[in-house]
Structures are given as structure tokens and as C-alpha cells.
């Protein structure tokens, strides 16, 4: 039985959701979808709430359900460490689950969380599955960076792009957390658009203080000698020995950058005034944005970005 969504649980999103009931109302549920978008928009969520549905339990039910199966990349029994990909046996394991018949005598589900870091063999492996669908099956690719999946995978999967949430939306979402209106609307502002970020840093104030620190970090960046603006950033360059590690710190130091640079070119995110007193114009802002997307894109390639980003500092005014 397929019930309605409860609205008030995913943040954003509603012609999403409205489109999943409609296709499941009418038998018409693809057998394989990517989510695809920025992080923090809430993909993987939106995918648990469908799964959820598609079984008929609630939400907290959904980890111990029999037959539904999340994976993403594991930790290295040999180093303790994230592994840099997903691997080929973990995808052997979700086409195993999705070609046997539901425990429960209905749906299958895999969600495949964080599904650029599938490697040329695991991505293979998976094709297998994409190319001969059985029975009751669905899986989700929740990918972050859509372009780093092969063609072959994107061509046999529906995709569904997702786009940021209006400020109203979030602030709603946020409110209904118990958080004052001052509160609520400085969260908002800084939250870019992120419903995943803004939820999290009403559970985690040391968080969000952390994220304010580092906007505060880059605006000083600005209007200094490049020697103090390198000595400025010099840590995020991280653990040389957990090279993984440094990769994930270092792609969230830029995201964080380029929603600052967004806040300055759009004047929100609370940073107009700092907009103002630097007195940095689009152009710079541009130039420095498209060096940031080059890094993380040498990052997700598992390419050490540092000259990128020192030229970046470069472009500073």
C-alpha cells in the first residue's frame, strides 16, 4: 500500500514528492533513479522517504527492513581509514539483494549514497543490474556530482535533479525545531539553501559555530599579501598521511568557500556589509568561484588541488 507523503518531514521538494506518488499511483515507478545535486539538499533523505512509503513503515523502521539495503563507502578493515571508493563487492551484494524477491513479498530497495566514488568496477557491476531489471526492484544513486558517473550508467537511470529550497521553506522546517525567529533567520541566511545544513546546525551548535569561523576565515582573506592569505589557509590542506581524510576536509573548506562567494555575488548570507567593506566586484568573485570549481573537480579526480587553490589566492584582490 503506497501512503501519502508527510509533508512537514522532508523539507522542500514538493513537485519531487508529488511526482513519486503520482507514478507509483499509476504503476509506472522506474526500476533506477539518480538523485543528483549539491550536498545537504536532503537526496538521500527523499530517498528514504519514498522507500519508507513504498514498504508502508515509518521512517525509523526503515535501517532494520529486510528488504531494504543503503550502502556507501566502507572503512578499510587493514588501515581504520574511509576507503576512497565503493567497491565491486559491495555492488555484488546490491545485485544480489535486488534480483531476489522481497522478503516481505513486495518492493526491493537499494540506495547507493555518495555514488561518484563508485569506481570503473563497482560501476560495471552495477550496470549488469541497470541492463536487466527483475521483478519489484528499485535503486537510487544519490550523487552529488552527476558527471563523474559513467554515460552507460546515466543513460539507463531516470535522473532527478534537485535544486535549492526557498529561504521561507527552510525557516519553517527550522521553526518547527523549537528555534527562536532571530535564531532561525541568521540559520537560514547562512544556510545557502541547504535544508540538510540548516536542520544540522540546530543539532549541532559547535558545528555551525565552526562554519561560521570558516566564513569569517575567507572574508579575511581578502586585501592581504599572499604570503599571510597562504599562511591563512595552510591547515586545510590537511593530514598528509589519511590522504582521504585531507580530500574530504578540503572539499568541505571549499564548499563552504563558494557559499560565501554565492552570498557575496547574490548580497545574502548576511555577508552584503562585508561585501560592502571589501568592495569586491562580481568579476574577481567570478574568477575566484571558477578556480574553486576547478579544485573540486581535481579533488573528486583524486588530483591534489594546492596550486589551484594558491592561484586562487591569487586572484584575490
Not at 17 to 23: G, H, I, W
Not at 79 to 107: C, E, H, P, W
Not at 235 to 241: I, L, R, S
Request: charged content about 30%; glycine content about 6%; overall charge positive.
Amino acid at each position: 500500500m503506497w501512503y501519502n507523503f508527510a509533508m512537514n518531514s522532508v523539507i522542500g521538494h514538493e513537485k519531487i514528492l508529488n511526482y513519486f506518488d503520482k507514478v507509483v499511483e499509476t504503476g509506472n515507478l522506474s526500476h533506477a533513479y539518480i538523485f543528483s545535486g549539491p550536498e545537504h539538499l536532503g537526496k538521500k533523505f527523499v530517498a528514504e522517504n519514498i522507500s519508507a512509503k513504498l514498504f508502508g513503515i515509518s521512517l525509523e523502521k526503515l535501517l532494520t527492513y529486510p528488504d531494504y539495503l543503503l550502502v556507501d563507502q566502507e572503512i578499510s578493515q587493514k588501515t581504520g581509514k574511509l576507503k576512497k571508493n565503493i567497491d565491486a563487492d559491495q555492488m555484488r551484494d546490491v545485485k544480489i539483494f535486488l534480483s531476489q524477491k522481497g522478503f516481505m513479498g513486495g518492493y526491493k530497495v537499494a540506495v547507493v549514497d555518495n555514488a561518484e566514488k563508485l569506481n570503473n568496477s563497482s560501476a560495471n557491476v552495477i550496470l549488469k543490474t541497470l541492463e536487466e531489471p527483475k521483478g519489484k526492484s528499485v535503486l537510487f544513486l544519490i550523487a552529488r556530482n552527476y558527471e563523474l558517473l559513467l554515460p552507460t550508467i546515466r543513460s539507463r537511470c531516470q535522473t532527478i535533479n534537485f535544486s535549492v529550497v526557498s529561504k521561507k521553506t527552510i525557516k519553517e522546517g527550522v521553526l518547527r525545531k523549537g528555534v527562536s525567529e532571530s535564531e532561525a533567520d541568521e540559520i537560514v541566511k547562512l544556510s545557502g539553501g541547504l535544508p540538510g545544513l540548516a536542520l544540522g546546525w540546530v543539532d549541532d551548535k559547535d558545528s555551525y559555530n565552526e562554519y561560521k569561523k570558516e566564513i569569517f576565515r575567507f572574508i579575511t582573506l581578502f586585501n592581504r599579501p599572499f604570503y599571510e592569505k597562504l599562511e591563512k589557509v595552510e591547515d586545510v590542506f590537511g593530514d598528509k598521511v589519511d590522504h582521504i581524510a585531507s580530500r574530504e576536509k578540503l572539499m568541505k573548506e571549499i564548499d563552504i568557500w563558494q557559499s560565501v562567494l554565492r552570498g557575496l555575488l547574490h548580497s545574502n548570507n548576511n555577508l552584503l556589509e562585508a561585501k560592502l567593506k571589501l568592495k569586491v566586484g562580481d568579476g574577481p568573485i567570478l574568477k575566484i568561484m571558477n578556480k574553486l570549481k576547478e579544485a573540486r573537480l581535481q579533488l573528486e579526480n583524486n588530483i591534489h588541488p594546492r596550486i589551484l587553490i594558491e592561484q586562487m589566492l591569487l586572484e584575490m584582490p
